[in-house]
């Protein structure tokens, strides 16, 4: 029966928030590995951006987007928690794109910068909202 109530949880809002972001990020892996330019060359320079580029950068964005899913319907998982928190850390490699390389423009980084920043934020309100009942199973309490 225990089980049977476990089923029934609903995503919280954080979760849909990352599912969303799943999507924005899978979106763009698209455009990444299949050469489409509607959504990578709106952040890429077209003289900056090659077909070995868009792959690095289409591989690195499935990953994350793999990492936002998994998070999103297992929030209490702590790894995978902080494995999705710390793949918004690639807003860092755009930033020096844009600032060092200039092969980035500053408003092609807004939306990025937007919910990269969002989600960091909201990740770490929520750090100890999820998965606060420790690691211990349930049933299970610690011994003075």
């Not at 089980?3 to 849909?16: E, H, I, K, Q």
């Not at 490699?93 to 990269?116: D, N, Q, R, W």
């Amino acid at each position: 029966m225990a089980a049977a109530s476990g089923m029934n949880r609903s995503v919280p809002a954080l979760g849909w928030w990352l599912i969303a972001v799943g999507a924005f990020r899978s979106a763009y892996t698209f455009s990444c590995f299949f050469g489409s330019t509607w959504l990578s060359s709106a952040t890429f320079s077209a003289i900056h951006m090659t077909s070995v580029h868009g792959r690095t950068v289409g591989v690195w964005t499935l990953l994350s987007c793999t990492l936002c899913f998994l998070c999103a319907f297992n929030l209490d998982s702590k790894p995978v928690y902080m494995a999705t928190f710390l793949s918004f850390y690639a807003i860092a490699y755009l930033g020096i794109e844009c600032l060092v390389y200039h092969t980035i423009h500053f408003a092609s980084l807004v939306p990025f910068i937007f919910i990269a920043g969002t989600s960091m934020v909201w990740m770490l309100l929520q750090w100890n909202s999820h998965g606060a009942h420790g690691s211990r199973p349930h049933g299970v309490t610690k011994k003075l």
